[in-house]
């Protein structure tokens, strides 16, 4: 009997583990696709004097427009799935213990689904706001502003959004799994579901500022995509990253104050960053 029931609990410890597995290869997919395809130039990619360069091209077909919807949406998943990790990690910890319809799995999958879908609806807003730019002259071919007024605008308030009260309640709740799933755990698919849209609104209040950033550095810049994404996953992962966001939001409005002034001193013109990949 205790031979059986110690051959039972091995069968259900390789289950979880295999289980577990699963999710994480899931995540890592997902992942490594999204940024594959930015590399790839999602979509946006034109030659340009022998060279393969980011263009935002008119007019605004609908075709373009689902185009840089795609290029947004693939864009936030590549940047912020990494720092959501843990947090679908833990829920489908969670969702193994509670989850009577052996379906463990699926449920970590629509719940990161949720996740997305908010993010994507993020996408659908920074899309008008990119037709809007490009429509008032404000976004040079390779997607970034040309008014250094705007551009250390922006700068200035991410910087001082990283020390507002709502960027610090939004992070404490990307920092807890363990507070986010005692205070929102529903039960079910559809419970997974709205789990993974609250995550993610608080994800986007946490970090929508951030991503307002490309418009400065540029949509398609490599770089600087992959440079917000490290900052955001230090903010969430890291002990210090409480301080390393408000530590970035110094620099930010430094930074974005000598924009300005060099905006002052120089007239219109585009805005020149250290460096483009």
């Known amino acids: 009997m205790k031979r059986a029931r110690g051959r039972g609990n091995g069968l259900v410890e390789r289950a979880l ?19 594959t395809y930015l590399l790839a130039g999602a979509g946006t990619m034109q030659e340009m004097d022998g060279m393969l360069m980011p263009m935002s091209s008119g007019p605004w077909t609908p075709g373009h427009a689902i185009v840089m919807l795609l290029m947004w949406t693939v864009m936030m998943a590549a940047m912020m799935l990494p720092s959501a990790a843990s947090m679908i990690l833990f829920y489908a910890a969670i969702a193994r213990g509670r989850d009577t319809s052996g379906m463990p799995t699926a449920r970590s999958g629509i719940f990161a689904a949720g996740y997305v879908a908010i993010w994507t609806a993020f996408s659908l807003a920074a899309v008008a706001l990119q ?54 755990w529903r039960s079910g698919a559809r419970g997974a579901f709205v789990m993974g849209v609250l995550h993610g609104v608080y994800c986007v209040g ?64 585009m805005l020149a960053l250290p460096f483009h990949l």
């Open 131 to 184: 037709y809007g730019m490009e429509r008032l002259a404000l976004l040079s071919p390779m997607m970034e502003t040309t008014s250094k007024t705007l551009a250390g605008g922006i700068l200035i308030a991410a910087g001082l959004y990283q020390w507002s009260p709502l960027k610090k309640t939004c992070l404490q709740s990307c920092r807890s799994p363990l507070e986010f799933v005692l205070s929102h």
């Open 206 to 269: 946490c970090c929508w500022m951030l991503m307002l950033l490309l418009f400065v550095g540029g949509i398609m810049n490599l770089g600087w995509i992959a440079g917000l994404a490290i900052l955001v996953l230090a903010e969430k992962l890291v002990p210090a990253g409480y301080w390393i966001g408000r530590g970035a939001g110094v620099l930010l409005i430094g930074w974005g104050i000598a924009t300005l002034l060099y905006a002052g001193a120089t007239g219109p013109g």
């Open 17 to 35: 583990r295999y289980d577990r597995l699963l999710v994480i290869a899931g995540v890592l997919a997902v992942i490594v696709l999204s940024w």
